[in-house]
């Protein structure tokens, strides 16, 4: 996402009170300027690829970065990328979760390399993936669990079975949500209506006959809204992250859960980006029980993968589910779904990468970072805030955390968003285009946080009036 509209004069943008907002356009002339002399390589393969790849990139949403064009990636290793202009820069993005451990962690290289003389699929059980299975009912507490190739699927998958073991037909998620292009879940609150995402193409069907939503953090409604016994699931971050991050309020979670019960639906907890808070989860350190959870992304240190555990209640009535069923396609899983490749990346990274030492190592590093931009943003008297969510750490534009999807949305300011990040990324850092999320990973060192700060109170200097 790129934030929302900037059409609206500066001095009624909230984030930009403090700013120097002609100093800040300037600024941003002068770094687009230096962005393309730095880089004449990546607008060269930019100009190529526009001549057949569709929008020019792998994926539309690539060119919605503040840059002149697409910076081009030769290679990455660790907490480090280089660019096909030769040029490195400290990563803190990685891949927006997927890399979440660093680039080519060794312990995953070794399994592919292992793997890649022994073949990628053969749509055949493997030790591996019984393996996989163990470790994570170790893991996350759930004894079940199945594959998918990516977060979306896991999610499509999962309420697809709750939908079939329950018999009812809606799902619960909160207003301003993300859970990979799953279609069910991109239904808006606008003036209280829940309203299909106008920004969704091609969806024939009325989403919002099935879609019930509501706000985070607002536990009336949540009861009102499961109150009709028609809600087979509530599909939820534990912290909300892609809209900005909305932490939940005390004690919220423990109610939600009762309120979820006491009406027969189940919970669902997507962890793909609250993996960040440590080898379990957010759930499991906070005392969640979901009756599902979905993880992608770095589950198999960044190689296409993703899974999805149940409980064993849950699992006994999916099995008679399908059991009941006529025979054919279940419309679950794909032919590549538990590939070869995928099992032993998932292996590899489970057993010797997602490990509480590389954890031990990253909380407090992220610690370091979130304090060191808090000082920058005093400084600089400017009336944001910073969001923490163990390794994950996201620079807000209000002065206290939202409570809700309505309120982080409010506050999204796509313009300055990628002015921070274009500022950054020309002095040797990369973090998030949207919502200025930073990740720290096991690669990540104390000299990498000390540059990141560096940098951003270079470019705060930059933005804020001349003293």
């Known amino acids: 996402m790129d934030g929302n509209s900037t059409s609206a004069p500066a001095h009624d943008r909230p984030g930009r009170k403090g700013l120097d907002w002609v100093r800040a356009q300037q600024f941003v002339a002068r770094e687009r300027e230096r962005y393309v002399e730095e880089n004449p390589r990546s607008a060269a393969l930019a100009g190529q690829a526009r001549q057949h790849l569709l929008f020019g990139v792998p994926l539309h949403w690539m060119n919605d970065w503040g840059t002149p064009f697409p910076l081009h990636v030769d290679h990455a290793r660790g907490a480090k990328v280089v660019d096909v ?3 490195e820069r400290i990563d803190f993005c990685l891949g927006d979760t997927g890399a979440m451990f660093g680039h080519a962690p060794q312990p995953v290289a070794d399994a592919l390399q292992r793997q890649a003389s022994r073949g990628y699929t053969a749509m055949l059980a493997t030790a591996d ?3 996989v299975a163990r470790m994570l009912s170790e893991r996350f507490g759930l004894p079940y669990w199945q594959f998918a190739l990516s977060a979306t699927d896991a999610n499509r998958y999962i309420v697809r079975w709750i939908r079939a073991a329950s018999g009812r037909r809606k799902i619960l998620v909160f207003n301003g949500c993300y859970h990979g292009t799953i279609e069910d879940v991109f239904v808006d609150l606008v003036d209280g209506q829940a309203q299909q995402r106008d920004s969704l193409l091609g969806q024939v069907h009325d989403l919002t006959a099935h879609t019930v939503v509501v706000e985070f953090n607002d536990l009336p409604a949540l009861e009102a809204a499961l109150a009709g016994a028609d809600v087979a699931c509530v599909l939820a971050e534990p912290v909300m992250t892609n809209i900005g991050m909305v932490l939940p309020a005390a004690d919220y979670w423990t109610q939600a859960q009762q309120i979820i019960r006491r009406h027969g639906a189940l919970l669902v907890m997507d962890e793909t980006h609250t ?14 029980e979901p009756d599902a959870l979905v993880l992608g992304k770095p589950v198999g240190g960044g190689v296409p993968c993703a899974v999805y555990g149940m409980s064993a209640a849950l699992a006994d009535r ?3 589910a399908k059991q009941k069923a006529p025979p054919g396609h279940s419309g679950i899983g794909t032919t590549l779904t538990g590939n070869m490749l995928s099992m032993a990346a998932m292996r590899a990274a489970l057993s010797d990468v997602m490990t509480p030492a590389a954890y031990r190592h990253m909380l407090p590093l992220a610690e370091r970072l979130a304090n060191g931009i808090r000082a920058a943003i005093a400084r600089h008297g400017l009336p944001w805030c910073v969001t923490q969510v163990g390794a994950r750490v996201e620079l807000q534009f209000c002065a206290a955390p939202p409570v809700n999807g309505s309120e982080a949305d409010a506050v999204l300011d796509g313009e300055l968003e990628h002015l921070i990040h274009l500022g950054l990324l020309n002095r040797g850092v990369l973090i998030t285009p949207f919502h200025n999320m930073m990740l720290v990973s096991p690669a990540t060192t104390e000299d990498d946080v000390a540059h990141l700060l560096c940098a951003l109170d270079a470019v705060l200097t930059e933005i804020t009036p001349a003293r």
């Open 318 to 320: 999916a099995v008679a």
């Open 85 to 87: 202009d030769g040029c």
């Open 275 to 288: 993996i960040s808070t440590g080898p379990g989860g957010y759930a499991r350190a906070h005392g969640i």
């Open 129 to 131: 993936a019984s393996e």
